[in-house]
Structures are given as structure tokens and as C-alpha cells.
């Protein structure tokens, strides 16, 4: 057999060998947020690319190089707002878009809306880096709620969220970029401060210089790393009231014992941010070792055309929580209970009965379709990787019993078969 289609670069398959482990993920962050009253929020894998563009910035890394643009033929007809779409490269974008659509601002003071689902980069992929991946996202979007406390709460609940989903030895970084004019002022001192060396920036970074200078912060190029190591980062650009807004947030952490650190050169690769901004990295995980990131945009949802209302959230890497797993975490029991077997065609359907009986009764079961001998249908019941295996032949059947092996032990017993869902009661 020659293989003639394979999986598309970055991206995975999901087995069902893996499947526990993601659905567990899924379990654990569903009933967490929920006890933050976080409400969870299906959003379409694609939205028009302007609604990208607009949010996350125009010289994002992720807009600029990593949009995975639809087929002009798929496009709104001519005269609509904009023609093109896009998979999603994240989530806060789409939340913000169905926030407006949907007036949710009218119905609660604060919205509190959370997702979990695949996202889209088109980047070149290497560990951790991948071109479709899924994140668990957070936003908390309502009027006037900017206060530190939210925003320490939605820090807290990432780092709770990492720790309930198996994740160990992360560090929490944060910063702050203030009002909107900080960030402006910011800009220009960044601007100031790297003037006389802009010849020796890559040229991604010459171009960066120009229309965002924030993003040179982030470059992997090693002399523009060199010379961001030679600045002098401060927080000399903030306001009073942004300087006290920091100050208060980091007040809060320390006394909730949330450990942190301040890196000043944290300043993220999207353009909505404002004020706090945070990541939670994992050293193992090498040059992705972002698990989780995020902050405040107050001013997004007016930007979109929507209320003027603050907003804090983050987003969570789950490929990447999974490789920063240690490994026995990782490993799950099979959850097959029984495993049935017939001896021979004449007892087949009776065995069909056994195996429908358990069903109903909740005990996950299966059966072997092929009947052959003892020793062959012991062999698939191995791979099948029961718990249990139950074998049907004519004598049992005479007697109104099946014989049940316990795989782990190797013991074997005859039961009555009306005995068989109760003995499996309590065992799952
Ligand atoms: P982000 O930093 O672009 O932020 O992504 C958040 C997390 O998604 C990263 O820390 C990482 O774990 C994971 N991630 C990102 N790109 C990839 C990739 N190519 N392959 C594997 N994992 C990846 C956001 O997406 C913001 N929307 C977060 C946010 C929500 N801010 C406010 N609210």
C-alpha cells in the first residue's frame, strides 16, 4: 500500500489513544471556570480578515505572515464591508465581534465568557509551533471594570487553570503598558532610544522602527536582542494613575501569594493590550515556552465599533500544557470494563444480549464480532485493553452463567448473568 495523502505540516491528529487525556483537559477547565462564573462561547472558525487586521494590528507578526486567508472564490459578494475571511489565529477577536453583535453589554454588567477550540497560524512549524492548535480562552468584558482586582483574578484563575490541568514548575511574568497615551509615550521614548542604532536592526526590525516599535522587543534576531539588552527598560512612560493601578495589581498578587516576576520588556505581539499585560512560560518547553498569555484591551471594543467598556483576559496553548506535562499524568487507563466473547455462532446472539444488557446499565462493553477460537479472541480482547473479559460458550449457557476473567489478576469465575451489571456497579 502506498501512502498517498499525509497530515498537513503543523497540524495533528488527535487518536483516541489521546483522546481521554484532551477530553480530561476539557472536563477539568469547564467545571473551574465555571466556579469563576465564566459561561462558555462557540464562535465560527472564520471571520472576515478585516476583523483581524483591525484588532490584533496590521504589523502584528500574526497579521502580517501568519493569516490563513480563504479562496477568493468563497468571498461576500462585491459592495459588503469586506470581501475576504480568515481562520481565526485566536480567540479574543471573534468574542469581541459576537459581544457587539449580540448587545451583551445590556444584559449584564460584566460578561464573563470563555472557549475552547482550534485556532489558526500560519507559521513555520517547529516544537510547540503549530499551524492549527487549540487554546482555552478567557475574556471578561464589561463597563468601567477596569480595577486591579479583576485583572488579578483572571491571573490567578490562568495560574489555577495551568496547576488543574497538570501543569508544573511555570513562572508568571507580568508588565504594564498603560493608558493608551502611556503606550504612546512609550512608543516615542522606544523610538528615542534606539534612533542611533537602527542601521544595525534587522531589517523586519528597520521596518518595525517605522509603524510598531514595540515589536522589535520581541525579535528573535540576535543583534536586535543584543540591542534591546542595552536599554534601559523602565516604567518611566506611565501615569500617575497607571503607575498606581500597577502598583495596586502587583499588592494584590503578593498578598494572595501568587508569585510573579516584572519584566519590563513583556509587551506581547498583539496590538490591542493596554495596562496589564502577562505571561505564564514553561522553561522545558525551549523558544515556545509561552503556555499561556494575555492582558487588558479596554479599549477593543470600541475600536470594533461597540460600547465603550474594559475588558481582561488571557488564552491557554493546550498542545503546549500537554507537552509540559510530566509523563505520568500523562499516562490513562483504559476505560473498556468488559469484553465479551462467544464460543461458538449458536450462543453469538446471546452474547450481543450480554454486551447490550451492560450498556444499559452504563458499563462501557464491547464485543468480538468474530468468532473463532478461545485463544484468538483472547488475543484481540488484549488489545482491546478490557478490564475484564467475559466468555460465552455452550456450557455456560446451559448453566445460565459466562465465565469473567480479570485480565489485570488473570483470575477467572463463573457469574450468574443477571449478576454481571451489578458486579460491575461501582467498579467504573
Ligand atoms: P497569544 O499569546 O497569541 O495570545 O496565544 C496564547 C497562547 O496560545 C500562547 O501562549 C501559546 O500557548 C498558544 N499558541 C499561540 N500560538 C501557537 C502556535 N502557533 N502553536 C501552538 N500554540 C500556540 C492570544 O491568542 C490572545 N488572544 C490571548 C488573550 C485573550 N489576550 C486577552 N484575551
Known sequence: MTKQFSLPR??????????????????????????????????????????FKRSLGQTSEVVKKQLLELASAQKEPSGSKDEGFAL??????????????????????LTKLFYIGPMFRGERP????????????????????????????????????????????????????????????FSKALRKSLQKDVGKLCDDCKERFERNVFRILDCKNESCQALVAGLHLGHGHLSEASRRYYNQLKDILRSAEVLFEEVPALVRGLDYYTH??????????????????????????????????DAVGFA????????????????????????????????????CRIARGLRAAGITSDINYKVSSLKSQMRSADKAKSRYVLI?????????????????????????????????????
Not at 88 to 109: C, H, L, Q, W
Not at 286 to 306: F, H, I, K, T
Request: glycine content about 8%; some cysteine.
Open 276 to 309: 496589564t499585560v502577562f505571561e505564564i512560560t514553561q522553561a522545558s518547553l525551549g523558544s515556545q515556552d509561552a503556555l499561556s498569555a494575555g492582558g487588558r484591551y479596554n479599549n477593543l471594543v470600541a475600536q470594533l465599533g461597540g460600547p465603550s467598556v
Open 126 to 185: 517547529q516544537k510547540g509551533r503549530l499551524r492549527q492548535f487549540h487554546q482555552i480562552g478567557v475574556e471578561a468584558i464589561g463597563a468601567n471594570t477596569t480595577s486591579p482586582y479583576l485583572d488579578a483574578e483572571v491571573i490567578m484563575l490562568n495560574v489555577e487553570l495551568l496547576a488543574a490541568l497538570g501543569a508544573k514548575d511555570f513562572r508568571l511574568k507580568i508588565n504594564t503598558l498603560g493608558s493608551p497615551e502611556d503606550k504612546e509615550n
Open 316 to 351: 491557554c496553548g493546550m498542545e503546549r500544557i500537554l507537552l509540559a506535562m510530566p509523563a505520568e499524568t500523562k499516562s490513562r487507563e483504559s476505560r473498556l470494563m468488559a469484553y465479551v466473547i462467544a464460543l461458538d455462532d449458536q450462543v453469538f446472539p446471546k452474547a
Open 88 to 109: 481565526r489565529p485566536e480567540g479574543t477577536a471573534s468574542v469581541v465581534r459576537s459581544y457587539i453583535e449580540n448587545s451583551m453589554d445590556r444584559k449584564e454588567a
Open 10 to 51: 503543523g497540524t495533528n491528529d488527535i487518536l483516541p489513544g489521546e483522546m481521554v487525556l484532551w477530553q480530561d483537559m476539557e472536563d477539568k477547565a469547564r467545571r473551574l471556570l465555571a466556579t469563576y462564573n465564566f459561561k462558555e462561547i462557540r464562535t465560527p472558525l472564520f471571520e472576515q480578515t478585516i476583523l
Open 392 to 428: 460465552l460458550g455452550e456450557e455456560e449457557d446451559k448453566k445460565g452463567v459466562v465465565a469473567l476473567k480479570d485480565m489485570a489478576t488473570g483470575e477467572q469465575q463463573e457469574i450468574k448473568e443477571d449478576m454481571l451489571a451489578s458486579f460491575f456497579q461501582g467498579k467504573e
